[in-house]
């Protein structure tokens, strides 16, 4: 996604001013969600006046969008390969899957953040990002639907690996969306990055549990007349 500029500053009081609109826009957006940030929080959160947000971002979309897509910090792609990972060992293609999902929770704000931002997209979408950000997410689901497809040895997907494959999603991401709950109320579960690996394990051997047994409930269903 490329977000929407009006204007990209060169003097370095322009770089530093428009860096701090998108700064002080995260953890707003992120905690929020884009309906309920108003251009003036922003706008007193960066010690700026609501003229820069228009000069820099053109408006409160273009600013969304600039913090959505313009990465605040290095890395916050968590998709792996699922589809290239169809000959692999289904467990350890769980536990790659679960370790690169979380790996952003290792790194704090502001990946955090960003992070907790695109969670809130999913959860609640803005409406401001058009079709892009459901294409990524959509793609993830695909790989996952496939995987499981091949794995329990069935000629096309059904209801059942609809279900399954949102469900092992969905063990991930309370870790960032409830990330305040957990951290208030089971703080060494994210503590340090041996605990965000040791956790990611645990949710391998989750889901590979629940494809288990979604493999064996085919079986009893085939065997019963």
């Known amino acids: 996604m490329t977000a929407t500029s009006v204007h990209q500053p060169t003097r370095a009081d322009g770089i530093l001013a428009r860096r701090r609109l998108l700064e002080a826009a995260l953890p707003l957006f992120a905690a929020k969600g884009y309906q309920q940030t108003s251009t003036r929080e922003i706008a007193d959160a960066a010690d700026a006046n609501l003229a820069a947000i228009n000069y820099y971002f053109g408006d409160k979309a273009g600013l969304y969008r600039a913090v959505f897509s313009e990465s605040l910090c290095a890395d916050t792609k968590s998709t792996p390969p699922l589809g290239d990972a169809v000959d692999q060992p289904l467990a350890l293609v769980l536990a790659a899957f679960f370790h690169d999902f979380l790996a952003p929770l290792k790194n704090g704000a502001p990946v955090d953040l960003v992070m907790r931002l695109h969670f809130r997209e999913l959860l609640d979408p803005s409406g401001v990002l058009g079709h892009d950000y459901d294409a990524e997410l959509a793609a993830l689901y695909t790989g ?82």
Do not use: F, K, W
């Open 144 to 225: 996952l639907t496939g995987l499981l497809t091949q794995h329990l040895g069935l000629a096309g997907m059904d209801t059942d690996i609809q279900r399954l494959a949102h469900s092992i999603i969905g063990l991930a991401l309370p870790y960032y969306v409830a990330r305040d709950l957990i951290d208030r109320v089971s703080p060494a579960l994210l503590a340090d990055a041996a605990a965000v690996d040791t956790l990611a394990d645990r949710l391998a051997g989750c889901a590979l549990a629940m494809i288990t047994n979604e493999q064996q409930r085919r079986r009893q269903a085939g065997s019963n007349p």
